[in-house]
């Protein structure tokens, strides 16, 4: 079999005859490690600089019949140094956008993913939606506010992304599962879980009422649980792996806003142990779970500290971060986002702090 050296035009078959040629001729591990050589790989093929040209269609379809994607493409790009000099301007490498989406597409493309992002319709859960639809999953944009997260939803769309708008009180058990049901009706299990909303009530430790205290327990910690554990049956059932992302905060590990905030605190904290058992327990399916720990973030959420409490300490502001300002919840977004992509596929169970310093100061 010989492949043309124009393989940018040639389809996704002929790839797939690639891989058969591969497999027949005991190839397999080659193309898997040696993928950023291309004339170590398929020489025999008389294709020595067909590789690096190969789509990004015809690369997935490789990857897909190859059947490991975490190895498969380690190294390789349509983009060979070792084989060119690169283009230089005053003595410095230069690296178009094209060349680096290209080697990123591999880390961060979740095409054909479906993602649900609890809390989506604003803040953190919207950038992280917005983020995961521009690299291609589906997201399932889940809110209390039904009517905000169709809003949201639409604006993910105008921008090219594809996103479903849907209702649910994570409070609420019998409203998660019927979540998920619908999730996986209409859009097969999910493969990525982003657990964003939480109450973000405030009180008093001696004002605080039962109410309140189980609020934002059944909230912000069992409906991480409960969601989580729903997410995690349909990835068992689709048998693919997945990605859990736990949104947590600093206040699980160091007060932020003393005196209001100790249930909150208590319930990011415990969703910190959720991220280490789920780790554990499921991580022979391949199935990641991280928690991200926000700093302070400049979003409408964030902001709702009345001055009317008697705070006993210092609220996380710029003043306490070595970085001198708050956090965009893009910034955040941006690390969730690495955390349900192949790019951290050895990463599972850990506690991320993205926090402009604070933990330091
Ligand atoms: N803003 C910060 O400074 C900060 C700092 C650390 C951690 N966090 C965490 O980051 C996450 C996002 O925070 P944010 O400030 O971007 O968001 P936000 O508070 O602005 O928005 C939260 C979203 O969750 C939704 N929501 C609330 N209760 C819900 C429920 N029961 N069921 C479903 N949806 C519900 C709300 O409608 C809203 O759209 C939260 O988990 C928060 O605790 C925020």
């Given at each position: 079999m010989k492949l043309q050296p124009n393989a940018g035009e040639l389809g996704v078959p002929l790839a797939k005859l690639a891989v058969d040629w591969c497999l027949l001729n005991k190839k397999v591990s080659t193309v898997i490690l040696g993928a950023s050589r291309p004339s170590q790989i398929i020489g025999n093929v008389?294709?020595?600089?067909?590789?690096?040209?190969?789509?990004?269609?015809?690369?997935?379809?490789?990857?897909?019949?190859?059947?490991?994607?975490?190895?498969?493409?380690?190294?390789?790009?349509?983009?060979?140094?070792?084989?060119?000099?690169?283009?230089?301007?005053?003595?410095?490498?230069m690296t178009t956008d094209a060349q680096i989406g290209a080697r990123l597409a591999p880390l961060f493309n979740l095409t054909g993913k479906t993602a649900v992002v609890t809390g989506a319709a604003q803040g953190l859960g919207f950038d992280t939606s917005d983020l995961l639809a521009g690299l291609g999953a589906h997201v399932v944009m889940a809110d209390l506010n039904l009517e905000a997260a169709k809003q949201a939803a639409a604006e993910v769309h105008t921008k090219g992304g594809s996103a479903t708008p849907m209702q649910v009180d994570i409070g609420s058990l019998d409203s998660i599962q019927a979540l998920f049901h619908e999730v996986t009706a209409n859009l097969g299990e999910a493969d990525i879980l982003i657990n964003s909303a939480a109450d973000r009530s405030k009180a008093e430790t001696f004002e605080m009422t039962e109410a309140q205290w189980d609020r934002m327990l059944d909230v912000t910690l069992r409906g991480t649980f409960y969601c989580s554990r729903e997410a995690i049956r349909g990835m068992q059932a689709k048998g693919q792996g997945g990605a859990i992302v736990n949104i947590s905060s600093?206040?699980?590990?160091?007060?932020?806003?003393?005196?209001?905030?100790?249930?909150?605190?208590a319930a990011k904290a415990g969703i910190d142990s959720l991220t280490r058992s789920f780790a554990g327990e499921y991580g022979a399916g391949n199935i990641r779970v991280n928690s991200i720990l926000p700093g302070g973030m400049a979003s409408k959420g964030g902001a709702n500290i009345s001055s009317s409490y008697n705070i006993r300490g210092p609220i996380m502001g710029p003043g306490r971060v070595p970085l001198g300002r708050m956090g965009s919840t893009m910034e955040i977004a941006q690390a969730v986002v690495f955390l349900a992509s192949p790019a951290s596929s050895y990463i599972t169970g850990q506690i991320i702090a993205v926090d402009g310093g604070f933990f330091v100061s």
């Amino acid at each position: 079999m010989k492949l043309q050296p124009n393989a940018g035009e040639l389809g996704v078959p002929l790839a797939k005859l690639a891989v058969d040629w591969c497999l027949l001729n005991k190839k397999v591990s080659t193309v898997i490690l040696g993928a950023s050589r291309p004339s170590q790989i398929i020489g025999n093929v008389k294709a020595l600089d067909v590789l690096p040209k190969l789509t990004f269609e015809i690369r997935m379809a490789i990857n897909d019949a190859v059947g490991d994607y975490s190895q498969s493409w380690i190294g390789n790009s349509p983009c060979h140094y070792e084989d060119k000099t690169p283009p230089q301007h005053e003595g410095k490498n230069m690296t178009t956008d094209a060349q680096i989406g290209a080697r990123l597409a591999p880390l961060f493309n979740l095409t054909g993913k479906t993602a649900v992002v609890t809390g989506a319709a604003q803040g953190l859960g919207f950038d992280t939606s917005d983020l995961l639809a521009g690299l291609g999953a589906h997201v399932v944009m889940a809110d209390l506010n039904l009517e905000a997260a169709k809003q949201a939803a639409a604006e993910v769309h105008t921008k090219g992304g594809s996103a479903t708008p849907m209702q649910v009180d994570i409070g609420s058990l019998d409203s998660i599962q019927a979540l998920f049901h619908e999730v996986t009706a209409n859009l097969g299990e999910a493969d990525i879980l982003i657990n964003s909303a939480a109450d973000r009530s405030k009180a008093e430790t001696f004002e605080m009422t039962e109410a309140q205290w189980d609020r934002m327990l059944d909230v912000t910690l069992r409906g991480t649980f409960y969601c989580s554990r729903e997410a995690i049956r349909g990835m068992q059932a689709k048998g693919q792996g997945g990605a859990i992302v736990n949104i947590s905060s600093v206040g699980a590990v160091r007060t932020t806003i003393w005196g209001i905030n100790v249930h909150y605190d208590a319930a990011k904290a415990g969703i910190d142990s959720l991220t280490r058992s789920f780790a554990g327990e499921y991580g022979a399916g391949n199935i990641r779970v991280n928690s991200i720990l926000p700093g302070g973030m400049a979003s409408k959420g964030g902001a709702n500290i009345s001055s009317s409490y008697n705070i006993r300490g210092p609220i996380m502001g710029p003043g306490r971060v070595p970085l001198g300002r708050m956090g965009s919840t893009m910034e955040i977004a941006q690390a969730v986002v690495f955390l349900a992509s192949p790019a951290s596929s050895y990463i599972t169970g850990q506690i991320i702090a993205v926090d402009g310093g604070f933990f330091v100061s």
